[in-house]
C-alpha cells in the first residue's frame, strides 16, 4: 500500500519560509518522480515543482520559481519542498505525488498524499 505524507505546513507571515516533507512507503522512491502540487481555496490544483528519479533535474513553476527548492532524500524515502520569501498568493493546500512519468501533468500522478496547510499572512 502505497502512501505519501506531507508535514511542515503553518501559519507563516509573508517574506518567511517553510520547508515541507513527504515521507513516502509502499514503493520504490528511486523509480518515480516526485511533485509538488497545491490548491487554493475554490481553484484548481496547480502545479508547483518536480524532481526526477534520482534528484538530477528539477523543474518549477514560473510563481514559485527562484523562491523554491525541491530535493529529495533517497536514503529516508523523502521528498522535501523549501518555500522562501513567502506571499499570500502562496497560501493553499499543498500535496506530494508520485509518478512513473517525468511530467507536470497532474493526471500523470497516481499516487497523492492528503496534504498540508500553508497560509501566509499579509
Known amino acids: 500500500q502505497v502512501q505519501l505524507v506531507e508535514s511542515g505546513g503553518g501559519l507563516v507571515q509573508a517574506g518567511g519560509s517553510l520547508r515541507l516533507s513527504c515521507a513516502a512507503s509502499?514503493?520504490?522512491?528511486?523509480?518515480?518522480?516526485m511533485a509538488w502540487f497545491r490548491q487554493a481555496p475554490g481553484k484548481e490544483r496547480n502545479f508547483v515543482a518536480r524532481?526526477?528519479?534520482?534528484?538530477?533535474?528539477?523543474y518549477y513553476a514560473d510563481s514559485v520559481k527562484g523562491r523554491s527548492t525541491i530535493s529529495r532524500d533517497t536514503a529516508k524515502n523523502t521528498v522535501y519542498l523549501q518555500l522562501n520569501s513567502l506571499k499570500p498568493e502562496d497560501t493553499a493546500v499543498y500535496y506530494c505525488?508520485?509518478?512513473?512519468?517525468?511530467?507536470?501533468?497532474?493526471?500523470?500522478?497516481?499516487?497523492w498524499g492528503q496534504g498540508t496547510q500553508v497560509t501566509v499572512s499579509s
Open positions: 524532481t526526477n528519479w534520482i534528484g538530477g533535474t528539477t
Open positions: 509502499g514503493l520504490t522512491f528511486s523509480t518515480y518522480t
Open positions: 505525488a508520485a509518478s512513473k512519468s517525468l511530467t507536470g501533468d497532474s493526471n500523470e500522478y497516481h499516487y
